[in-house]
């Protein structure tokens, strides 16, 4: 699967932004689609998760209530909702596709290049 994640920026706190991860059309209904994000000098981190459903939708408890992730079969396209940003949400964003437990990054078999999030305070 190969995925272009794009929709990163600078926003002030307080700020909302939604990234995109579009998908090679194939293969997009049958894999579960994930947020990760990476900080400098962190460890990569789930964020948000999607079945390939549609039916499922998993958070990191640091942006429950604040993000959305939702995916349209008819676009190959994963988004991201970003409310609410905080200055602690600022890193690389990536997306992924994956078939095993959707909250862990070793099951993700595809990955995108990463947009960058920067949220001032």
């Known amino acids: 699967v190969q995925l272009q994640a794009c929709g990163g920026g600078l926003v002030q706190a307080g700020g909302s932004l939604r990234l995109s991860c579009a998908a090679s059309?194939?293969?997009?209904?049958?894999?579960?689609m994930g947020w990760f994000r990476q900080a400098p000098g962190k460890e990569r981190e789930f964020v948000a998760a999607?079945?390939?459903?549609?039916?499922?939708?998993y958070y990191a408890d640091s942006v429950k209530g604040r993000f959305t992730i939702s995916r349209d079969y008819a676009k190959n396209t994963v988004y991201l909702q970003m409310n609410s940003l905080k200055p602690e949400d600022t890193a690389v964003y990536y997306c992924?596709?994956?078939?095993?437990?959707?909250?862990?990054?070793?099951?993700?078999?595809?990955w995108g290049q990463g947009t960058q999030v920067t949220v001032s305070s």
């Open positions: 999607i079945s390939w459903t549609g039916g499922s939708t």
């Open positions: 992924a596709a994956g078939r095993g437990n959707p909250r862990l990054k070793a099951e993700y078999t595809s």
């Open positions: 059309a194939r293969t997009f209904s049958v894999y579960a």
